[in-house]
């Protein structure tokens, strides 16, 4: 599975903006896709998953607590793209952006550890 992030930017605090990640290879073989965003000298930490539900119940998505009624993680099969619609923008979400793919566990779905495709970060920038 390859995967491309574009979409970052400079924006001023509160505004938003849209980030893809599009997947190529054997997509249906990874069936999370995740982001996950680093700032300087910090963690790289867990934003937002969707994984590929049932038709029941559709496609399941989480949010890290601090982007939870800011963020939509979204995804369009047909394209084999992710999206990360990132409203009411703060300074503290500033950071290098990243997707990733892959079968985490229960444990490891918030967790980088538990991804393994990746694609190269898209960098955001918030000013205040």
């Known amino acids: 599975v390859q995967l491309q992030a574009s979409g970052g930017g400079l924006v001023q605090a509160g505004g938003s903006l849209r980030l893809s990640c599009a997947a190529s290879g054997r997509t249906f073989s990874s069936p999370t896709v995740a982001w996950f965003r680093q700032a300087p000298g910090k963690e790289r930490d867990f934003v937002a998953r969707?994984?590929?539900?049932?038709?029941?119940?559709?496609?399941?998505?989480y949010y890290a607590d601090s982007v939870k009624g800011r963020f939509i993680i979204s995804r369009d099969n047909a394209k084999n793209q992710v999206y990360l619609q990132m409203n009411s923008l703060k300074p503290e979400d500033t950071a290098l952006y990243y997707c990733a793919a892959g079968r985490p566990t229960p444990d490891s779905r918030a967790d980088y550890k538990g991804y393994d495709y990746w694609g190269q970060g898209t960098q955001v920038t918030v000013s205040s």
């Open positions: 969707i994984s590929w539900g049932s038709s029941w119940t559709g496609s399941l998505v």
